[in-house]
């Protein structure tokens, strides 16, 4: 359907005479849609637009329009998979892909296909604090002190929450298991029971939850450590707290090929997901607080990022299906934690696809 539209578009251009003409010849206007969580914004629109519609244009002379849609993780994926055609899925976490491939949307295997495993960039789950650390909070267990006001989102909506769910309750498994040679599956379900009771607030996603946390609501804000150095660039005086043990985020990009089919624009948009993991759009997600898996571009800005004496994957977890199911499920420990805590209307209610 766009591949018509863009031909008759280009048919009235000739008839009117006002296509553009660049040495004489007729420059062609291609269309990429991207669908992508909130926290990489800025990455995109000033880093990896504008350097790839330069790249296109001298490879080919082609201008190239990009059309980007930014909400939660969890939000995008279900809104691709309810007909949103983004020919590109940039997501939170891989759980929201995995939600396309069993939609049928995403046919090829992207992990094989797609550098690095089609992991564009990382992060860290940390605590933001006010200047001056007023209530001293070093750990997740400050967090859950009495007085002291949590922010972080909903998983229903936020992929960012989920790692935020998933960092609390696997940290206090990691810590256990260190000291003792076993996890202690109690003590976790208590932190995190004990770190939920003081969430003041739920937002859709990472960015709002942080936006009411810059109007001044809650002592504290759980999020990617990215979304934090981007503030402190931007000159808030927020103070980043790195718990002893904590999940390291990573953050897939896959092509959505039924889109693309419809579309008739796949040699563009796979030049666009590959260019994504080039030494300057690497250093782009670097420069702007992200980790990155470019391992040359990781070593250039080691310096930047601290090192997390305990850190842990979505692999300790056994992988995304089994951590979905076994925290956010109907019988999952963080339901039955929003349930016995009175707020079941938190809680996931479609993890099972």
Not at 181 to 200: H, M, P
Not at 282 to 306: C, D, I, M, S, T
Request: hydrophobic content about 35%; some cysteine.
């Amino acid at each position: 359907m766009r591949g018509e539209m863009l031909i008759g578009l280009s048919v009235v251009c000739l008839l009117a005479g006002g296509c553009d003409r660049e040495n004489g010849e007729e420059r062609t206007k291609r269309v990429i849609t991207l669908g992508a969580y909130t926290v990489p914004k800025e990455v995109y629109e000033h880093v990896v637009f504008p350097r790839f519609r330069e790249y296109w244009k001298e490879k080919t002379g082609q201008v190239v329009e990009f059309q980007a849609s930014y909400v939660g993780s969890g939000s995008q994926s279900r809104a691709i998979a309810a007909g949103f055609e983004a020919d590109v899925a940039a997501l939170s976490l891989e759980w929201d892909i995995i939600r396309l491939e069993e939609a049928g949307l995403i046919t090829t295997d992207w992990r094989r296909e797609l550098p690095y495993g089609g992991i564009v960039s990382k992060s860290l789950d940390v605590i933001g604090v006010r200047k001056g650390n007023p209530h001293n909070i070093r750990d997740w267990e400050d967090l859950a002190k009495e007085g002291v006001e949590v922010l972080h989102p909903n998983p229903r909506t936020s992929g960012g929450a989920m790692w935020d769910v998933l960092s609390i309750y696997g940290s206090a498994l990691r810590e256990t298991e260190e000291s003792t040679g076993k996890k202690d599956l109690d003590y976790a379900a208590s932190r995190l029971r004990r770190i939920e009771r003081n969430v003041r607030t739920m937002g859709k996603s990472q960015r709002i939850n942080v936006t009411y946390f810059e109007q001044g609501i809650g002592d504290a804000v759980i999020t990617y450590e990215n979304e934090l150095k981007l503030r402190q660039r931007q000159g808030k005086e927020y103070e980043i707290v790195y718990p002893r043990s904590t999940i390291q985020i990573e953050n897939p990009v896959a092509i959505v090929d039924t889109y693309v089919e419809r579309h008739g624009n796949r040699d563009i948009v796979e030049a666009f997901a590959t260019f994504l993991w080039t030494e300057e759009v690497q250093r782009g997600f670097a420069e702007l607080g992200f980790r990155v898996p470019h391992e040359k571009v990781a070593n250039e800005y080691a310096w930047k990022y601290p090192v997390v004496d305990l850190l842990f994957t979505i692999d300790y977890y056994g992988g995304w299906p089994r951590a979905a199911e076994t925290m956010f499920g109907p019988e999952g420990i963080w339901t039955r934690v929003m349930e016995n805590l009175g707020r079941p209307e938190a809680g996931l209610k479609d993890v099972k696809r």
